[in-house]
């Protein structure tokens, strides 16, 4: 479990988290939408200790992290790390080392596992995104999608409680999509939990337990993705997803319409809202 509460970050001046309180539970897949500079990755770095922040706190389990460097929090910092992963929607992986070998760095020098036990589990790993065939290609070798899998599988060789991931679809064709977030689904049955900043309303639609929506430092809304994508009650919400538009505009007439014919109306404009 997650637990946020008045979480407050200011940049050059600027209040870029505004005393936002939230929980993330057990299996629970959260996606975190809005405009842009509403705070999402900031939120999202701040949960496992990259981002420092000045006020309120952020626990995880009996580890807590609280305002100031986040070097200073030292242990608690490293304890919460290893038990919620972080996936970057740049991935960084390292360019002089094959899937397999950016998978098993961590559990040997972090974890303390001998080769032999690192590249067992290295090898499950690559196995369960799908990669087993790729475990000796370098990342110049590897398509956008194959390199976020060897990124995730990466983060999930911690064995984290928690998985965070910042854009994981900004990099991806619509198939791919799909393919992360059958993915993605498979972790969740394993009880892990997922946050995800995205701008893709499919990805959240389609894996979100619940979809909270940030702007301005603060949570506008939050709930189920059928409740909060096709009908939010937040102004600021519609106009986001283009709802504000398409409720304005005419409808067009059925005289219009040649025989044999019907208007369909789509409740999204697009797969992905953008601003």
Known sequence: MIEVKDLCKRYEGRMVLDGISASFGPGEVVALVGPSGGGKSTLLRCLNGLEPF?????????????????????????????????????????????????VIEAPRHVRGL??????????????????????QAYPSELSGGEQQRVAIARALAMEPEALLLDEPTSALDPERVGEL???????????????????????????????????????????????????????????FLGLAREQSAPEPEVSSLEAGRSGVVTLFPAATVRE
């Open 181 to 239: 977030v059958a993915l993605l689904s498979r972790l969740r049955e394993d009880g892990l939990t997922l946050v995800a900043v995205t701008h893709e309303m499919r990805f959240a639609r389609e894996l979100a337990s619940r979809v909270m929506v940030l702007h301005g430092g603060r949570i506008l809304e939050e709930g189920p993705p059928a409740q909060v994508l096709e009908r939010p009650r937040h102004e600021r919400t519609r106009t």
């Open 114 to 135: 001998d080769a032999r036990s690192a590249t067992e589990l290295g090898r499950a790993l690559l196995a369960k995104v799908g990669l087993s065939h790729r475990e």
């Open 54 to 102: 000045d006020a309120g706190t952020i626990r995880v389990g009996d580890d807590v992290l609280v305002p100031g460097a986040s070097r200073a929090s030292g242990a608690g910092v490293s304890n919460i790390r290893r038990r919620v992963g972080f996936v970057f929607q740049q991935w960084h992986l390292f360019a002089h080392r094959t899937a397999l070998g950016n």
